[in-house]
């Protein structure tokens, strides 16, 4: 059976995250969070909670060889960081996005040719890195229509092909079915290949439009957790949404939907 885990970046979000965290604990899930550097990790590390994943870096890019430089410092900066809070998975993104989630090395359509062998070398020092200090990075789709434009290899069949292309444990990929619904669509096809080919490090949940949690949209979350059950998925799924209304309201909405009948 899969793992649930809510981010505690977009719930509970009048409280310090120290306090997010064990909310989320209390009511059974693990927590998630983004760029490690604005929290207080020592007061993570009090916290009972299982911190099951954050941001892999602070800075950089994939494919130029400065930014590349970049993401890599920062990356070991983190993965010295997720050792102060017990976490075990990093998670990246096509390249670095500012505070309003906005790319710091935008593309526009497809990412040349040229950029993939350069993209998929830095992955490869990437999940070096991951595998000797015993962590996991996950390579993260986005959609580039609503939240993310400009972002290169942000869709679901990109990071897959680039997870695969690298063939290392430690890189895999966040397959974000918000995301992937409102580039790709088909998700629980794309949910059977990914983890087919055995490259998937963690699926990441909220419902269309309006990134809420399951139950709000359009998406048929019970019959993807069907899916996974079927599967045999034993990996994490974790809310990456905003609360509609109350947050409790919003994790028992996803515990619904992801407990199958």
Same mark, same amino acid.
Do not use: K
């Given at each position: 059976?899969?793992?649930?885990?809510?981010? #505690?970046?977009? @719930?509970?979000?009048?409280?310090? @995250?120290?306090?997010? !965290?064990?909310?989320? &604990?209390? +009511?059974?899930?693990?927590?998630?969070?983004? %760029?490690?550097?604005?929290?207080?990790? #020592?007061?993570?590390?009090?916290?009972?909670?299982?911190?099951?994943?954050?941001?892999?870096?602070?800075?950089?890019? *994939?494919?130029?060889?400065?930014?590349? #430089?970049?993401?890599?410092?920062?990356?070991?900066?983190?993965?010295? +960081?997720?050792?102060?809070?017990?976490?075990?998975?990093?998670?990246?993104?096509?390249?670095? *996005? %500012?505070?309003?989630?906005?790319?710091?090395?935008?593309?526009?359509?497809?990412?040349?040719? /040229?950029?993939? /062998?350069?993209?998929?070398?830095?992955?490869? =020092?990437?999940? +070096?890195?991951?595998?000797?200090?015993? !962590?996991?990075?996950?390579?993260?789709?986005?959609?580039?229509?609503? %939240?993310?434009?400009?972002?290169?290899? +942000?869709?679901?069949?990109?990071? *897959?092909?680039? !997870?695969?292309?690298?063939?290392?444990?430690?890189?895999?990929?966040?397959?974000?079915?918000? &995301?992937?619904?409102?580039?790709?669509?088909?998700?629980?096809?794309?949910? =059977?290949?990914? &983890?087919?080919?055995?490259?998937?490090?963690?699926?990441?949940? #909220?419902?269309? /439009?309006? =990134?809420?949690? /399951?139950?709000?949209?359009?998406?048929?979350?019970?019959?993807?957790?069907?899916? *996974?059950?079927?599967?045999?998925?034993?990996?994490? !799924?974790?809310?990456?949404?905003?609360?509609?209304?109350?947050?409790?309201?919003?994790?028992?909405?996803?515990?619904?939907?992801?407990?199958?009948?």
């Amino acid at each position: 059976m899969y793992t649930l885990a809510v981010c #505690a970046e977009m @719930v509970f979000r009048d409280l310090p @995250v120290e306090e997010r !965290v064990l909310r989320i &604990h209390d +009511a059974g899930f693990e927590a998630e969070i983004w %760029d490690w550097s604005r929290h207080d990790l #020592a007061a993570l590390a009090r916290t009972p909670a299982v911190i099951s994943s954050m941001t892999g870096y602070l800075r950089g890019t *994939l494919t130029d060889p400065e930014g590349a #430089a970049e993401l890599l410092r920062t990356a070991e900066e983190s993965v010295r +960081a997720a050792e102060r809070i017990g976490c075990r998975r990093l998670n990246l993104h096509g390249t670095g *996005l %500012d505070a309003e989630g906005l790319p710091v090395a935008p593309v526009t359509g497809e990412a040349p040719g /040229p950029l993939w /062998p350069a993209a998929v070398r830095t992955l490869d =020092r990437i999940a +070096a890195l991951g595998e000797s200090a015993g !962590v996991v990075f996950t390579l993260e789709n986005l959609n580039t229509a609503v %939240d993310h434009p400009g972002v290169p290899f +942000a869709r679901a069949a990109d990071t *897959l092909a680039l !997870v695969a292309a690298v063939g290392r444990p430690g890189l895999r990929m966040n397959l974000d079915l918000y &995301h992937a619904q409102i580039g790709e669509g088909n998700l629980i096809e794309l949910v =059977r290949r990914a &983890h087919g080919l055995g490259l998937i490090g963690e699926i990441q949940v #909220a419902d269309v /439009p309006g =990134r809420r949690e /399951p139950g709000t949209g359009e998406i048929n979350y019970p019959a993807v957790a069907r899916a *996974l059950t079927e599967l045999g998925y034993e990996g994490t !799924v974790a809310m990456e949404a905003w609360a509609s209304a109350d947050s409790e309201l919003a994790l028992e909405r996803f515990r619904t939907a992801f407990t199958p009948a």
